[in-house]
Each structure stands twice: as structure tokens, then as C-alpha cells.
């Protein structure tokens, strides 16, 4: 099993950013990909982008191509989300995955994410 602490949420304005981080502990040597996803209020939870653990391979969803950015330290056990020109619908609460190998994926608590117009 794999514990994820996320911290860096908040209150921001359309144009600034914003730095997520995924501090992982426990098994981590069995993360496959570490995963950034968000749901707005009455909206499906939707995969805003990954990073796989081993090879550093990154995944965007489209809406985000070009504003987020997703990296990891893997000495430190921790994936950043780095958002820029944020949007007010990029307005969530954010959750960090952890993509198991051999075992259920981990999931973080959550962070909100509040973007002003």
C-alpha cells in the first residue's frame, strides 16, 4: 500500500498558478504511474494528466495542453503539478493517484482548487 499527501491548494486568480504536490510513502516501488485527476461540483472525476514512474512519460489531457505541467522527484517520492494561466474551470478539488502494479490504486485526500474570475 502507498499513503499520498497533497498539499498546495487555495483560492487564486484567472491568470496566476500554482504548484500541487504528491509526497508518496509506503510501497512505493510498486507505482506505475503517478496521476493528477480533479472533479468539479456535479462533473465526472476526469484524468487531468500523468507521469509514469519508471520512464518519465507524460500524459495531458486537452484542456490543459500548454498551461500544466506534470514532474517528479522520484528520490523524494513526490509528483508536482505545476499550473499556470490557471482558468475559472479549472475550479476542483484535485486528487493525486497512485497507478499500482499488482495491487488497488492509492488515492489522495484531495486539495480544492478555487480559480476567481
Known amino acids: 500500500q502507498v499513503q499520498l499527501v497533497e498539499s498546495g491548494g487555495g483560492l487564486v486568480q484567472a491568470g496566476d498558478s500554482l504548484r500541487l504536490s504528491c509526497a508518496a510513502s509506503?510501497?512505493?516501488?510498486?507505482?506505475?504511474?503517478m496521476d493528477w485527476f480533479r472533479q468539479a461540483p456535479g462533473k465526472d472525476r476526469e484524468n487531468v494528466c500523468s507521469?509514469?514512474?519508471?520512464?518519465?512519460?507524460?500524459y495531458y489531457t486537452e484542456s490543459v495542453k500548454g498551461r500544466f505541467t506534470i514532474s517528479r522527484d522520484n528520490a523524494k517520492n513526490t509528483v508536482f503539478l505545476q499550473m499556470n494561466t490557471l482558468k475559472p474551470e479549472d475550479t476542483a478539488v484535485y486528487y493525486c493517484?497512485?497507478?499500482?502494479?499488482?495491487?488497488?490504486?492509492?488515492w489522495g485526500q484531495g486539495t480544492q482548487i478555487t480559480v476567481s474570475s
Open positions: 493517484r497512485a497507478r499500482m502494479i499488482g495491487t488497488n490504486d492509492c
Open positions: 507521469i509514469t514512474w519508471s520512464t518519465g512519460s507524460t
Open positions: 509506503g510501497r512505493t516501488f510498486s507505482i506505475y504511474s
